[in-house]
């Protein structure tokens, strides 16, 4: 089975402009997470889906970030405009509590944003 | 609140030595789950363990093993016999909410360099 897909894995773009990163969950999968890393924080949770609705959208830095799940098999992370304190590697990860492990999160490779 | 704290930031031993990677956490939920997560140089990061607040059975996989300890809310990882290959930076997590969701709050993460 494939597992998480994101892309791109690498974006370098200059602040101002608009970021789009992609992420195709685990098929059957009804939860859908995206993390943050950066050296000062670590991995931060920005926003969880659940059956494709946004349950929590508390860490997400400003409305400049914004998350669409129209579908189970797709999302996106919007960020716009894209500022040099958003660079960092953003990981999409899902799973799922029907007959599987609590909390088992299965995570992409991660897109790694770099805003000049 | 909940919390994960991973004191060790670095830690870099030879091959064959082994090593203890700690993990101390804070929780109000009497239900929780622990997990520990690797991510290799490569970047994306994959499950190594999962623990429920009321199994506090040590486990054991091969090389690694783990020993939770409620009292002193502790959940270490120990390496036997590292190798290379082990070389990673080494997360441990806790559920937000008991396992509701699947939800996690990630520590700041270890990294262990193995030298050959």
């Known amino acids: 089975d494939a597992g998480v897909i994101q892309s791109p894995r690498h974006e370098v773009t200059e602040m101002g402009q608009e970021v789009t990163l992609r992420c195709k969950p685990i098929?059957?999968?009804?939860?859908l997470f995206w993390y943050r890393q950066t050296m000062m924080r670590g991995l931060e949770l920005l926003i969880y889906?659940?059956?494709?609705?946004?349950?929590?959208d508390s860490g997400m830095p400003e409305d400049r970030f914004s998350a669409k799940m129209p579908n189970a098999s797709f999302s996106t992370l919007k960020i716009q405009p894209s500022e040099p304190r958003d660079s960092a590697v953003y990981f999409c990860?899902?799973?799922?509590?029907?007959?599987?492990?609590?909390?088992?999160?299965?995570f992409g490779e991660g897109s790694r944003l770099t805003v000049l | 609140a909940q919390k994960v704290t991973q004191a060790q930031t670095e830690i870099s031993v030879v091959e064959k030595e082994d090593v203890t990677l700690d993990c101390v956490y804070e929780?109000?939920?009497?239900?929780?789950?622990l997990f520990w997560y690797k991510q290799p140089p490569s970047g994306e990061l994959v499950f190594l363990i999962r623990?429920?607040?009321?199994?506090?059975q040590n486990e054991i996989s091969g090389r690694y093993s783990w020993n939770f300890q409620k009292s002193t809310s502790s959940f270490n990882f120990t390496i036997t016999a590292s190798q290379v290959v082990d070389s990673a930076v080494y997360f441990c997590?806790?559920?937000?909410?008991?396992?509701?969701?699947?939800?996690?709050?990630f520590g700041t993460g270890t990294l262990l360099a193995v030298q050959p």
């Open positions: 929780t109000r939920d009497t239900t929780y789950y």
């Open positions: 889906f659940n059956n494709n609705v946004p349950i929590d």
């Open positions: 623990r429920n607040s009321f199994d506090e």
């Open positions: 098929s059957g999968h009804d939860y």
């Open positions: 997590a806790l559920t937000y909410d008991g396992g509701a969701t699947n939800k996690l709050i």
């Open positions: 990860a899902s799973s799922s509590l029907a007959g599987g492990p609590v909390g088992e999160l299965f």
